[in-house]
């Protein structure tokens, strides 16, 4: 898992998250076996204090300038800081299932 050990390493480096959680996704869109294209991220970090949405999510997609532009197809984000984390129990949305490209086809 060459992907998303190099999305693990860069948002540890550049969060310093307290908790880190990378889904690799790919098995519930239509690719191929093993692939490394969809993945959901959990990041608890006492830097988004203070930081709308949008911006932490801007802070990840510039930590993650490379996997993006390449292998990464899509990538569902949930941040929060420590405060959060805790008053939402430690839980983060389930993923919704993927009707997009041949999946939906079938329907």
Request: glycine share 6%; aromatic share 4%.
């Amino acid at each position: 898992m060459q992907v998303q050990q190099a999305i693990e390493q860069k948002l540890k480096a550049s969060l310093s998250p307290s908790l880190l959680r990378v889904e690799n996704e790919s098995h519930m869109h239509s690719v191929p076996p093993n692939s490394e294209t969809h993945f959901k991220v959990v990041a608890v970090a006492q830097c988004f204090d203070g930081m709308r949405k949008v911006a932490r999510h801007q802070a990840v997609y510039g930590a993650l300038q490379v996997e993006l532009a390449g292998p990464v197809h899509a990538l569902a984000l949930h941040t929060y800081t420590p405060e959060e984390w805790l008053a939402r129990s430690g839980q983060a949305p389930d993923s919704p299932d993927c009707l997009g490209g041949s999946k939906r086809e079938g329907q």
